[in-house]
């Protein structure tokens, strides 16, 4: 199983921006989905951005269109998740995630390997 390990996370201001990176342990060409999801305390997992097609294709969750660009790095293996705008809400947890059976899911259960997580504060 792939290994994913996250970072960018931290503390921001309201209005700035941060770039999350998920570092794979294997080539991300072989992936058929990789994506980004966040989690709030208490709250579902929900889906924030895909990517599929070997790069050329993303989709969006309706809530993180405009404020979120993903993208990955074929050479480095690494996913990124570019975040501008920031706002208090965007207060929790950022995972990514590969392996998915469905090309451009944001569905979680259907992702085989997650990371550990990024933790993204952001004050107003």
């Known amino acids: 199983q792939v290994q994913l390990v996250e970072s960018g996370g931290g503390s921001v201001q309201a209005g700035g921006s941060l770039r999350l990176s998920c570092k794979a342990s294997e080539s991300t060409r072989s992936f058929y989905s990789m994506a980004w999801f966040r989690e709030a305390p208490g709250k579902e997992r929900e889906g924030v951005a895909s990517?599929?097609?070997?790069?050329?294709?993303?989709s969006y969750a309706d809530s993180a269109k405009g404020r979120f660009t993903i993208s990955q790095d074929k050479v480095s293996n690494t996913l990124y998740l570019q975040i501008d705008s920031l706002k208090p809400e965007d207060t929790v947890m950022y995972y990514c995630?590969?392996?998915?059976?469905?090309?451009?899911?944001?569905?979680?259960?259907?992702?085989?390997?997650w990371g550990q997580g990024t933790q993204v504060t952001v004050s107003p």
């Open positions: 995630a590969a392996e998915a059976p469905v090309a451009g899911s944001l569905v979680a259960d259907l992702y085989e390997s």
């Open positions: 990517i599929f097609d070997h790069g050329d294709s993303r």
